[in-house]
C-alpha cells in the first residue's frame, strides 16, 4: 500500500493532533524523510508521543521505521547542475557536495560549543566514546585521533562493554555521544547512564532537535544530512570527521609542546610496523 493511501486509510480514526502529523507528511513527504522525531513533532505542532502513535496507528514499529517506508515511496533523486548533468558528472557532482558539506558544517559551528568542549575534554579523566553503525565507525577514529596527540580515550563496538563503560563512569569524565539522527537508542542509553553517574555528556549529531540533544550538556551540530536509505553517507562522515578534527587542534593549542612530544612519540611507538 502506497504511503499516501495508508494516511488516508487510517484518517478518519485519527486523533486531531495525530491528523495535523498526517498533513505534514503528505504535503512535505520529501523534507520530513530528514527530519528527526522531535523536529516533526514541532512542525506539526504537537508532541513527539503524537508523532509515535501517528506511526504505529498506520502500521509501523515506530518512526524509524515510517521514515524508511516513507523514503522507499519517493521517486528516485535526480541531481542535477544547471538543469542538465551526464552520466559522466558524478565524480564533479561529489565533489561539490563534499566541498557543500564542509562548508555547510562551517556555517553550523557554534565556535562557544566548540570551545566549551574543548576545554571539557582538556579536563577530563578519562573520555569514552559512544557509537553504534557507522557513528561507532567515527568513534574508533576519535579514539585514533586523541591517542596520537597523547589524550587517553576508549570506543568500543560492543554494546555491552559500552553499557559496562556506561555505568562506570562518574564525575570528571566525559561521554561522548555520535549519531546522525540523534534518535539511535543505544547511544542515547549509554549517554543516559553516564549522565546519571555524574559524566558530561558531549554530544555530536545533525539535529539540534532531537533526543540525544535533551541529554547533552554540550552539543556540537554535523551537516550532511541522509535519508533512511543513505546510512553511513560520506557527506555525514567527513562532518564529523571535521569536528572532531577541530577538537584535536583545539586541545593541541592548549599544549603546543606537549601535544608535538606524543605525536612523536606515537608514531614511533609504530613506525617499526611499516615497510
Request: aromatic content about 6%.
Amino acid at each position: 500500500m502506497e504511503m499516501n493511501d495508508r494516511i488516508n486509510t487510517y484518517y478518519p480514526s485519527m486523533t486531531k493532533s495525530e491528523q495535523k502529523v498526517a498533513r505534514c507528511v503528505l504535503e512535505n513527504p520529501d523534507n520530513i524523510i530528514y527530519f528527526s522525531v522531535t523536529e516533526l513533532a514541532d512542525f506539526a505542532g504537537t508532541g513527539e508521543t503524537t508523532v509515535m502513535r501517528f506511526c504505529r496507528k498506520i502500521g509501523f514499529k515506530g518512526y524509524q521505521d515510517f521514515k524508511l517506508m516513507l523514503a522507499q515511496g519517493l521517486p528516485k533523486r535526480q541531481y542535477q547542475s544547471d538543469g542538465e548533468q551526464g552520466e559522466d558528472d558524478y565524480a564533479d557532482h561529489l565533489y561539490a557536495s563534499m566541498v557543500g558539506v564542509l562548508q555547510s558544517s562551517l556555517g553550523m559551528l557554534d565556535r562557544e560549543q566548540l570551545e566549551q568542549a574543548v576545554k571539557c575534554l582538556d579536563g577530563a579523566r578519562h573520555v569514552q566514546f559512544f557509537g553504534v553503525g557507522s557513528s561507532g565507525i567515527t568513534a574508533m577514529d576519535a579514539k585514533n585521533r586523541f591517542l596520537r596527540i597523547g589524550r587517553r580515550a576508549e570506543a568500543n563496538s560492543d554494546s555491552h562493554i559500552q553499557s559496562m563503560m556506561a555505568v562506570t563512569m562518574g564525575e570528571g569524565d566525559v561521554a561522548f555521544g555520535i549519531s546522525v539522527s540523534g534518535s539511535t537508542l543505544d547511544t542515547n542509553d549509554m549517554l543516559m547512564k553516564a549522565k546519571q553517574n555524574g559524566a558530561k555528556v558531549i554530544a555530536m549529531t545533525n539535529y539540534a532537535k532531537s533526543p540525544i540533544a535533551s541529554i547533552a550538556d554540550i552539543l556540537l551540530l554535523t551537516a550532511g544530512k541522509e535519508s533512511p536509505l543513505e546510512g553511513g553517507s560520506v557527506g555525514a562522515k567527513i562532518s564529523q570527521l571535521f569536528i572532531i578534527d577541530l577538537l584535536c587542534q583545539g586541545l593541541e593549542r592548549q599544549h603546543g609542546e606537549e601535544t608535538k612530544k606524543m605525536k612523536e612519540l606515537t608514531a614511533r611507538a609504530v613506525i617499526d610496523r611499516i615497510y
